[in-house]
């Protein structure tokens, strides 16, 4: 016996607000997808549009013309039902970006010269590449989504159009700056969680929305690890963060609070009626200024801990394991912290020295000839 969606029809699914069409599309296999609407109506209107494209495109070989609104309110709804990585926060920010430019256009009328006149907008507007690649990378996904799964016959003008972004940046601490800082922070009789905050930072290297929707039942005490699963983590890869002596007392003064103040709370970083912490930003500056630390964000904590790792020799493989970056390539920036490894590898040619002759030493008194 038949399913109800795998008739012809709309229907609601238990996951999921809005209603879902369910038709056959043109090469003869089912579509299930979201309508985007919590309207029956409307949710039946939209099925009648579909079913006739799909009519028009397998009969007449039409295509019809899509929107950027048609887009990326496929791609949106796509986008929140997968938890996309880099959050579907993000990809809504980037969408409002792109209206202002792309609204109202067929999809056949974003041609590379349009994308191109994107770019050079936002770059007048003082926008950083780095951005706008996130933004175009947001088009590029919402197109590529489309062709591949709604098989809409469209082009991909974002294709090769990636800005070269600078450097990124590294702004980190020296071990007695700090402890400066941890030391203020203890001053802020309003954030008590923040040193413990600072100090998990540090000796972990998590982002801070990773720390601050840490729950309990991903801190493992025995194996000393914190498992961050895909939806909590930016990459929206999963992974285990293992915690050294200072992470564990951080740990330790959290569970001592949620003892005596919030036993139920699910929530590492909480307030004393065990409602998840929001956010540091304001004390954690107020704590800077009286440490006398300049030009210095929550997320460098994190620069702060891969800089002591690269500079204690451990190797751009492992720091990349451990802060969960996608490739070794986010690390590299930290490479220069270790000039003594490169410098060892450069020893290993002393011994075909002899070949050239006499190496001469050079001091201070030693004049080029």
Known sequence: MARKNDQDGIYKRGDSPYWWASYTDTSGCRVRRSTGTEKQREAAALLAKWKLETYRKRNWGEQPERSFEELMV??????QAVKRPGGYGRDLLATEHLRVSFGGRNLNDITPSSVRDYIKGRRTAGVAPATINRELCVLSAALNYVRRELEWEVSNPVTGRKLREPEGRVRWLTTEEADRLIEEAGREAQAQHLPDFIRLALYTGCRKGEMLGLEWTRVDVVQRLLYLQSENTKTGKRRGVPLNAVAMKALESRADFRAASCPTSRWVFS????????????????????AGIENFRIHDLRHTCAAWLVSAGVPLTEVRDLLGHTTVRMTERYAHLAPENVRAAVALLEGDASRFGHVRHWGVDNKQT
């Open 271 to 290: 307030h004393a009626d065990g409602s998840p912490i929001g956010d540091v930003k304001k004390s954690f500056a107020t704590a800077c200024a009286r």
């Open 74 to 79: 496929e791609f949106l709804g796509h986008a």
